[in-house]
């Protein structure tokens, strides 16, 4: 349990940290990005050692005094040791699964390197440490602090596996440290619980560290344990004055005696502190001062830990996919109350009705939303993919980001990640030019790579553009006719043929590379886009570049749709697809023998579904005729009834029915009955398929 | 087929199609139910009798009749859906098999049960897990998690939209 919540968190810093570098690569003297990457690498590190990931503690200990070093200013930043540590960053992730996956000679190659840096530093000295221009910083950092730090663990700590010594230990690495330990909790024997903690310590440190660093050892257990981290001195550049507590205090402080004890001892005797003041050693403002400035900075601490612990929650998606299902059904109970309220014709009843409809809406709005993220977290993954694959290719090419806010449902982010790839890959490696090509043509030296994301109606739309070569309409026609794709006389539009990158086994790059141009990857990335109900789009200019738009839903769950009824059988079209409905009179149908439809000056081919499905049953005089778009193809579906939109909760028909072709799912209506939900994109392949072999 | 070891003392909920008793183990059994009004899930084959809506989850319903290359199934008062849970390529799948009638439950001893005859069965006898023998009757005893692989559906599906 535990464990699983540190990797859940070691897997969310390392891509905080990747993004940090990155950053930081561009600005390295950003101290608020150093000190991201220095905290993600210290956190991933503690609560490594602290849940038993020793090589990941270790690993990460000589990259983490580097990083230390960076922010003191004593090394600076360059691609080298950005290089290394994303690479160190992969080795995390392996280990992260399995610690013994990563060979000895992987590691020791990257921990070799960091070992030199932090040894050419301790050759160096301080004097580098003055070039860094930054005093604001340096102050901050170079403080040494003393913190009481008094840790009491609950008794049942054991339970979660954690080991307080680990802590303790991890303590000592922050700088000098003086540990009691409290042994009075400690039962007589025959109470004792062996798996229970009895033992309870104070520890003095001293460290340039700030509180967080020391909070962050103890991240995991804060709510399990009582946890009190006080500064008590902070040398700062008047250290020599600094007042030293006295015994009194301390004891004071520490709980261990009251005011009036101490009171009644000293008035036996001149006070300390008077006369300390008298012989000029202090005065008795500096005190007030030091503990009105160390009450400052707890409450500054104690603000920002309750805002960050109330901003955000971590829960198990499953239990969010529990939620989405309720809701679901909800609005399938909401769907039939509104229609009994209607047959009753009770205006009370209606009230409640319209009521809970309300809400329905309300609650499915704001369900919906728990699932969705940003999908700038998918973004920053292709950031270092770009990076990695342009130093590989030898290109220059550069990536920018929009509307990385856009939120879409996590579960299409997670399956939108593979393709993107796909395409971000392709884009480098066939689209971009080498830089000398580029600048001969008279492009920049640098490649562009543009992802941006925006919401439009009920779909989100994302393009990926490269400035790159671009696509060659007259190559990918042989190409296509050299594969048996289209006929060789096969008029096709231009949109047509660049469509044909996404047929299986199509590719147009003369030569295959290890990075793509096998011809796997473009059908690849359309049916993955398929299953998301989405689509995708290409345009292209040869010589300009290439654009992929891909349309994708908000999400899974619950879709907007159009309900048709054929009978007594009532379907369901998603009606991101449906363009519009028209009437088809007896007569025209028996007038158009090739089942094409006009509609304002195009013919649009039409399909029967009453025929295709073989339901019994004859067609009304005017039926209905549901005209649907997929990628720029029209098809109409006849039907007899169109009833209207409907709010569609999706549910799987299961793996009895998983290579149906006509249908993608199922509804359950507001009576109760099940409908089928049209896959109309795979109804329209089935079609053309008719037509092609008759 | 003789390998296929059967546990100690098993209670099987027995049922009829076509005049003749089948068995399946009560750990498969859901529950049983009236029939319901069935969607017909188009380009399927016709043992695929189609959906039913189950409390809100949408469950496929099986024509046993028509998967075992009998008569399809006739409703009457007595037909009823057994609801079961199968395990498919090792994912636990709920579906529904309509039967004629549905008899009882009643307990089988190992030696009450020979293996699946090769010949003389209607049907093919990767589907029987063994014949059981109980007051002078035969019953079929199902292997249910074979019998609905759909590894057959594939093929079906794709005949149907062409």
New interface residues.
Partial sequence: MHRQAFREEAFELLTELENALLELEENPHDQDLLGRSFRAMHTIKGSGAMFGYTAIAEFTHDIETVFDQIRNGSTNINRELIDKTLRSCDLIRVMLDDETAVSESERSDLTDYFHKLNQNKAAKGVNTSISRPSPADQSTAETEKIYRISFKPAPDIFFSGIDPLGMLNELRLLGTCSIVAHLDRIPPLEDIQPDHCYTYWDVILTTTREEHAIRDVFIFIEDSCELKIECIVKMDSFADEQVEKRLGEILVERGELTEENIAGILKQKKRLGEMLVETGLTVPSKVAAALVEQQQVREVHQKRQTTEAASSLRVPSEKLDTLVNLVGELVTVQARLTQTAAVRNDPQLANIAEEVERLTAELRESTLTIRMMPIGTCFSKFRRLVRDLSAELGKEVEMITDGAETELDKTVIERLNDPLVHIIRNSLDHGIEPAEIRERIGKPRHGTIRISAKHSGDSVVLTIHDDGAGLDAAVLRTKAIDRKLIPANAELAESELFHLIFAAGFSTATKVTGISGRGVGMDVVKKAIDSLRGQIFITSKNGQGTTITIRLPLTLAIIESLLVKIQDSSFVMPLSVVEECVELNRSDSTRAAGRLLPIRGTLVPYVPLRERFGLSGSAPLTEQVVIANVEGKRIGFVVDQVIGQHQTVIKSLGTAYRNVAAVSGATILGDGSVAMILDIPKLMIAEENICISP | MSSISLPQTTRYLTFKLADELYAVDVANIREILDVT?I??????PAF?Q????LR?????V?DLRLKFGISPTECTMNTCIIVMEVT??G?T???GALADSVQEVLELEPEQIEPAPRIGTKIESGFIRGVGRHNNDFLMILAVNEL?S?DD??GA??QA??
Avoid at chain 2, 39 to 44: G, H, L, S
Avoid at chain 2, 56 to 60: F, L, R, T
């Fill in positions: 009004a969607t017909k899930v188009p380009m399927t695929m189609g959906v039913i809506n809100g989850s949408v469950v496929p099986i498919v390529h994912e799948v709920i579906l609905f759909f559906l594939a599906a794709v939209a062409v």
